[in-house]
């Protein structure tokens, strides 16, 4: 039977491989349970079809035996990517239609509460020993062959759906409160702030929904947990979690009245996403994915309508070294632009294993750490720890979609109450729009005081209009449809809008997207700063 059914998938593999496959794609190690096998098969075919060679290997038996075969398949030198197919049992070996993970010890997260062992797929990656992952390895994590045809037909439709629209340039930032003391959250918050308003480019459209009432960037804190799930729904290239977390719910709310928590294993069923997104969780346990009860990052995966891939923590994580890999990654997102998820991860573990970083942020962050952190001798022990806590739930292959460029042409300043004219140059035909934007993190309006927390449901609702218009930074905005290379638009420059500003471009064309900013100086005095 084991037999028929490894050649099963094969011949389909085969069967829809085209004579001009490009011999240039790497390898994938694919490591398959027999049960699983007929329902990855439309997977094998759409990598097949791109021109990737998948070589199937056999689950059985420990995660020291599977990672003697995953190198024993890499030592050919072309291979790239492992993926793993099907759970794992509570003792970290194989159920019935699963692949173990190994449980190394662990030896600093421990100390801050964390159990003895870490459940991590990493090793499987790590050709040489030197706990650095060498390979882009991900879990398609599922208990049945129904459960995976789930995460295939997701995956894939992921990948070939059109759909170029605001969502693609859309970051959602979902934030909890700290709690580890007034020092180190202010320069959590500092940190988080610096992540928001300088590594993401200007062309980004960025929400940001926090859990503390006085901000102006929470909504009403009755329906914070509904707008989590709005915010998810809504559809964004990345979701982001940064708070606390455990493996079957996010941090509770702790406002007064309030003990919700922000999301949990009971909303993944009212997920419906139309437009995935990847899912990022800095937080603690919420990847747990050797625990018998499927942790948070695994139900979200087999919802229809969650997140397309999630990456997070297996067990207690540090806010350093998150901080360190949530900057890594939105590095090579958005600078390096690696073609696939895993190999987007892959390249973060790298630069987080490294002690000698000249990453100006990154150092920032290391010197902050070494001053605050109750870590402060062990940072490099903290980062390397966290190669193996976080692990990629999901499929490393996932292609990601980029932008093109769009070059902008328009004056250094204006003066409010005119019209500017915006010159742009697109590489993509299809529906403009042009925008003049606030620097990220500044609001154009006063924000209310928030001393007591409001008892009225009239008070409580009016913070909805307050974080609708604090996350939009927008001062203007029209849309044109243009053809590729240059156009011009005029954009009229509302009264109220002042200082240090910027143009954005998103292109929404049939078959792709463009993405351009350009800073401008608009007469008068700057707006007002809010910390986010």
Same mark, same amino acid.
């Given at each position: 039977?084991?037999?028929?059914?490894?050649?099963?998938?094969?011949?389909?593999?085969?069967?829809?491989?085209?004579?001009?496959?490009?011999?240039?794609?790497?390898?994938?190690?694919?490591?398959?349970?027999?049960?699983?096998?007929?329902?990855?098969?439309?997977?094998?075919?759409?990598?097949?079809?791109?021109?990737?060679?998948?070589?199937?290997?056999?689950?059985?038996?420990?995660?020291?035996?599977?990672?003697?075969?995953?190198?024993?398949?890499?030592?050919?030198?072309?291979?790239?990517?492992?993926?793993?197919?099907?759970?794992?049992?509570?003792?970290?070996?194989?159920?019935?239609?699963?692949?173990?993970?190994?449980?190394?010890?662990? !030896?600093?997260?421990?100390?801050?509460?964390?159990?003895?062992?870490?459940?991590?797929?990493?090793?499987?990656?790590?050709?040489?020993?030197?706990?650095?992952?060498?390979?882009?390895?991900?879990?398609?994590?599922?208990?049945?062959?129904?459960?995976?045809?789930?995460?295939?037909?997701?995956?894939?439709?992921?990948?070939?759906?059109?759909?170029?629209?605001?969502?693609?340039?859309?970051?959602?930032?979902?934030?909890?409160?700290?709690?580890?003391?007034?020092?180190?959250?202010?320069?959590?918050?500092?940190?988080?702030?610096?992540?928001?308003?300088?590594?993401?480019?200007?062309?980004?459209?960025?929400?940001?929904?926090?859990?503390?009432?006085?901000?102006?960037?929470?909504?009403?804190?009755?329906?914070?947990?509904?707008?989590?799930?709005?915010?998810?729904?809504?559809?964004?290239?990345?979701?982001?979690?940064?708070?606390?977390?455990?493996?079957?719910?996010?941090?509770?709310?702790?406002?007064?009245?309030?003990?919700?928590?922000?999301?949990?294993?009971?909303?993944?069923?009212?997920?419906?996403?139309?437009?995935?997104?990847?899912?990022?969780?800095?937080?603690?346990?919420?990847?747990?994915?050797?625990?018998?009860?499927?942790?948070?990052?695994?139900?979200?995966?087999?919802?229809?309508?969650?997140?397309?891939?999630?990456?997070?923590?297996?067990?207690?994580?540090?806010?350093?070294?998150?901080?360190?890999?949530?900057?890594?990654?939105?590095?090579?997102?958005?600078?390096?632009?690696?073609?696939?998820?895993?190999?987007?991860?892959?390249?973060?573990?790298?630069?987080?294993?490294?002690?000698?970083?000249?990453?100006?942020?990154?150092?920032?962050?290391?010197?902050?750490?070494?001053?605050?952190?109750?870590?402060?001798?062990?940072?490099?022990?903290?980062?390397?720890?966290?190669?193996?806590?976080?692990?990629?739930?999901?499929?490393?292959?996932?292609?990601?979609?980029?932008?093109?460029?769009?070059?902008?042409?328009?004056?250094?300043?204006?003066?409010?109450?005119?019209?500017?004219?915006?010159?742009?140059?697109?590489?993509?035909?299809?529906?403009?729009?042009?925008?003049?934007?606030?620097?990220?993190?500044?609001?154009?309006?006063?924000?209310?005081?928030?001393?007591?927390?409001?008892?009225?449901?009239?008070?409580?609702?009016?913070?909805?209009?307050?974080?609708?218009?604090?996350?939009?930074?927008?001062?203007?905005?029209?849309?044109?449809?243009?053809?590729?290379? !240059?156009?011009?638009?005029?954009?009229?420059?509302?009264?109220?809008?002042?200082? !240090?500003?910027?143009?954005?471009?998103?292109?929404?064309?049939?078959?792709?997207?463009?993405?351009?900013?350009?800073?401008?100086?608009?007469?008068?005095?700057?707006?007002?700063?809010?910390?986010?």
């Amino acid at each position: 039977m084991h037999a028929a059914l490894i050649a099963l998938a094969f011949a389909v593999v085969s069967a829809d491989k085209p004579a001009d496959t490009p011999a240039s794609k790497p390898a994938a190690i694919v490591v398959c349970p027999d049960a699983l096998r007929p329902a990855l098969a439309p997977w094998l075919a759409h990598r097949q079809r791109q021109g990737y060679t998948l070589r199937l290997v056999s689950a059985e038996g420990t995660a020291e035996q599977v990672r003697q075969r995953i190198r024993q398949e890499a030592s050919r030198g072309d291979a790239r990517f492992v993926v793993l197919v099907g759970d794992v049992a509570a003792d970290g070996q194989s159920g019935a239609a699963g692949v173990p993970t190994f449980l190394p010890e662990a !030896k600093i997260n421990v100390r801050f509460g964390g159990q003895k062992d870490i459940a991590a797929d990493n090793p499987f990656a790590d050709l040489d020993d030197d706990q650095v992952p060498d390979l882009a390895v991900g879990r398609l994590s599922a208990d049945t062959p129904e459960e995976l045809s789930r995460v295939v037909a997701k995956t894939l439709a992921y990948e070939r759906s059109g759909g170029f629209g605001p969502w693609r340039r859309r970051l959602n930032f979902v934030i909890g409160l700290g709690r580890f003391g007034p020092i180190l959250d202010a320069a959590l918050d500092g940190a988080t702030r610096h992540l928001l308003t300088t590594a993401i480019p200007d062309g980004y459209d960025v929400s940001v929904t926090l859990a503390n009432w006085q901000s102006p960037y929470c909504p009403n804190p009755r329906q914070f947990r509904q707008t989590t799930l709005d915010r998810l729904n809504e559809g964004a290239a990345f979701w982001v979690y940064v708070g606390h977390g455990s493996v079957l719910r996010l941090d509770r709310l702790n406002m007064p009245g309030l003990r919700d928590p922000i999301f949990a294993v009971a909303d993944v069923d009212r997920l419906a996403a139309r437009r995935l997104p990847i899912a990022l969780f800095l937080a603690c346990n919420t990847g747990a994915f050797d625990r018998p009860d499927d942790c948070l990052a695994e139900r979200m995966l087999r919802q229809p309508g969650g997140p397309v891939a999630v990456v997070a923590g297996s067990r207690v994580t540090m806010p350093y070294a998150m901080a360190v890999l949530g900057l890594e990654m939105m590095d090579q997102y958005f600078r390096r632009e690696p073609e696939t998820l895993g190999e987007l991860l892959l390249a973060a573990k790298k630069e987080l294993a490294r002690a000698d970083s000249t990453h100006p942020t990154r150092r920032m962050f290391d010197s902050i750490a070494s001053l605050l952190s109750p870590n402060a001798a062990r940072l490099n022990e903290e980062r390397r720890e966290h190669l193996l806590l976080f692990n990629l739930i999901g499929d490393p292959m996932l292609r990601l979609a980029r932008p093109a460029a769009v070059r902008i042409e328009a004056p250094a300043s204006i003066e409010p109450g005119g019209e500017l004219t915006v010159s742009i140059d697109s590489p993509v035909a299809g529906r403009a729009t042009v925008e003049l934007a606030r620097p990220r993190g500044e609001l154009g309006f006063a924000p209310p005081v928030r001393s007591e927390f409001p008892a009225s449901d009239d008070a409580l609702a009016a913070y909805e209009d307050v974080y609708r218009r604090a996350n939009d930074g927008r001062y203007a905005a029209v849309q044109r449809d243009i053809s590729t290379g !240059k156009s011009q638009i005029n954009l009229p420059i509302p009264s109220d809008a002042r200082g !240090k500003c910027h143009i954005r471009v998103h292109v929404e064309g049939p078959r792709g997207f463009a993405l351009g900013s350009a800073p401008i100086a608009v007469g008068g005095k700057p707006g007002t700063d809010e910390r986010l």
